[in-house]
Nanobody
Framework: QVQLVESGGGLVQAGGSLRLSCAAS????????MAWYRQTPGKQREWVAR???????NYADSVKGRFTISRDNAKNTVYLQMNSLKPEDTAIYYC???????????????WGQGTQVTVSS
């Protein structure tokens, strides 16, 4: 039911740009905080950015000033504009939303399938 589908990843040279998209369905998109995470081999999944229902944003220090998260509630889509990419940005990028599930309102994280971003030097 809940679906998050990322797209837009690819191979880019250092200093280049990519825009990731996440198409969401199966929940009331406009009321939820949406986020981007990334993961590289041997590391925990790392939070990258989030955007609230009213458009307030927060960023990890590692991407601040280079990445921009945004959302289009009419399209149920969240974006991550990535500029000035560095090799250390190489990762699988995941779209995320936390929803309260069941009678106990258990927080449940939902993730897309991920999209690979590779930054070459």
């Amino acid at each position: 039911q809940v679906q998050l589908v990322e797209s837009g990843g690819g191979l880019v040279q250092a200093g280049g740009s990519l825009r990731l998209s996440c198409a969401a369905s199966g929940f009331i998109f406009r009321t939820n905080v949406m986020a981007w995470y990334r993961q590289t081999p041997g590391k925990q999944r790392e939070w990258v950015a989030r955007v609230t229902s009213i458009g307030s944003t927060n960023y990890a220090d590692s991407v601040k000033g280079r990445f921009t998260i945004s959302r289009d509630n009419a399209k149920n889509t969240v974006y991550l504009q990535m500029n000035s990419l560095k090799p250390e940005d190489t990762a699988i990028y995941y779209c995320n939303v936390w929803l309260l599930s069941g009678a106990n309102r258990t927080p449940t994280g939902y993730w897309g399938q991920g999209t690979q971003v590779t930054v070459s030097s």
